[in-house]
């Protein structure tokens, strides 16, 4: 009864996520050139699946752009970041996105 009493306070207690660790995912985009292009982006990629954060700095070819988004979500694909740009997205081009752990 006691294991059984420890056991319960250990689940209700422990965070459905602990030990989770954040993925991150690095996208290599060009299309943004103001600064109200680079807040639709942040938008549209933080609604995407379990995302905490959104960065956006230039990137190492000349006219694009590294967004860095962090996400307790392990399988945000292109596709998922591509449709979330919505009408833009042909605006916005999303020539890489790859994922670290």
Do not use: R
Not at 45 to 51: C, I, S, T
Not at 55 to 72: A, E, N, Y
Request: proline share 4%; charged share 15%.
């Amino acid at each position: 009864m006691k294991n059984l009493l420890l056991a319960l306070i250990v689940a209700v207690f422990t965070p459905a996520f602990a030990g989770d660790k954040p993925v991150t995912y690095t996208a290599e985009m060009s299309g943004m050139i103001c600064a109200g292009c680079k807040d639709h982006v942040t938008t549209a990629f933080n609604k995407l699946d379990g995302v905490s954060n959104v960065k956006i700095v230039p990137g190492d070819k000349p006219g694009t752009q590294k967004v860095t988004v962090t996400s307790s979500s392990t399988a945000i694909t292109k596709e998922e970041a591509v449709a979330a740009l919505g009408a833009s997205a042909s605006t916005y081009v999303v020539h890489a996105w790859t994922k670290s752990e």
